[in-house]
């Protein structure tokens, strides 16, 4: 499958689907915008579980002034609200934000979503030492981790298809 947009400049390599990719930054470095962005430029329906900030006015915001609108939206409040939209209809990739606000462990959402072919974008806040909230667990289970520093630059600190990068993502 070839990627492009926003794709091509985060330079990941020979992507393999299905994957899983972590992005983590802390609050206002662009998660939200990049994983809507990714979602966008995806060849194939794609699926943003919002459980940060619903789907309400700041989400719609993003979305508008990021002219991103190729995918779907859900607002789910459960696991099961989770599996309830994604077996309604096939998505080849969802974004979840973020992990912590639905409650989720990474090793769940790379086996639910990865075993139904179905590629992974996990958002996860950082902690107060600046790593993944979540930990090595969702870094682990991760095929890529980009970290974000702020808004528009990202470094990506694991990637098993290609080199490691930093850059603009703008």
Known sequence: FE?????TRLNLGALQRPF??????????GKTSLALEMLNDWP??????SGECGLGPSLRSIIAYRE???FDLAAPVSR??????????????VAVDSLS??????STVRSEFLDQDT???AIAQVNSAGESRGGVSAVHEADIVIKLEKYGVFETIKNRFGDLSKGSWL
Do not use: A, C
């Open 101 to 106: 606000h639905m409650r989720l462990d990474p």
């Open 68 to 70: 991103v609108f190729n």
């Open 80 to 93: 099961d609200d989770i599996l309830d939209v994604t077996t309604r209809k096939k998505y080849s990739i």
């Open 119 to 121: 590629t992974v974008i």
């Open 3 to 7: 990627v492009h947009g926003v794709w």
């Open 20 to 29: 899983m990719l972590l992005l983590f930054g802390p609050p206002s470095s």
């Open 44 to 49: 194939g329906p794609g699926l943003f579980l």
